[in-house]
């Protein structure tokens, strides 16, 4: 097989990532944009974009209401996919893995880090849920706003952080004439095993 650091890539997929996505930053206006996608039990997929909230423990972790539509598929479901897609950098790295919750303590930790409108914002929300109009929501948030001014935003239980521990991490190079590379990485016991893939 060819040789990985031709691909900027290293043995390692979690610190393969990691070096990409920091040359993504430098090209990049959403790097931090990542798809997840998640399923029912019976298989009905769904997918959106999250914002990437950094490598923690060897996976990867984005925040969210742990009542939304995509809270309630992993609570039914822990199998997610994730998808890094960087248009000017050339490249798009794909994850499959189990999804497991944040501590409460690191949950609650970044919740209170976020700007206070954020926590408001946050607070309200009972996303995914059905609403009447945006009056309603703007209402809604305006109150809370005046009511935790001086007192600060109660920390939501229902909101945090959830943690991607990956089983196959796939890279993939854009080429000209779509002869793209494609690297794929699986995981096997405490190591990876890698192939190159078909473009």
Known sequence: MDNLKNFDLLSDPITSFEQWFQKALTLEKDAY??????????????????????????????????????????????????????????????????????????????????????????????????IESRDDLEKLYNEKLEEFKDSGVPYPENWGGYLIEPSEIEFFLYGKFRLNDRFSFKKEGSGWSVSRLQP
């Open 33 to 130: 944009a990542m798809t997840l996608a998640t399923a029912t039990p019976d298989g009905l997929p769904s997918a959106r974009t999250v914002l990437f909230k950094g490598i923690k423990e060897g996976c990867f972790s984005f925040v969210t209401n742990y009542n939304s539509r995509k809270g309630q598929e992993i609570e039914a479901n822990s199998k997610v996919a994730l998808c890094f897609y960087w248009q000017h950098f050339g490249r798009q790295v794909v994850v499959k893995g189990q999804a497991k919750k944040m501590s409460a303590q690191e949950s609650k930790s970044y919740f209170q880090s976020r700007p206070f409108e954020s926590q408001v914002a946050s607070y309200i929300s009972q996303q995914s849920s059905p």
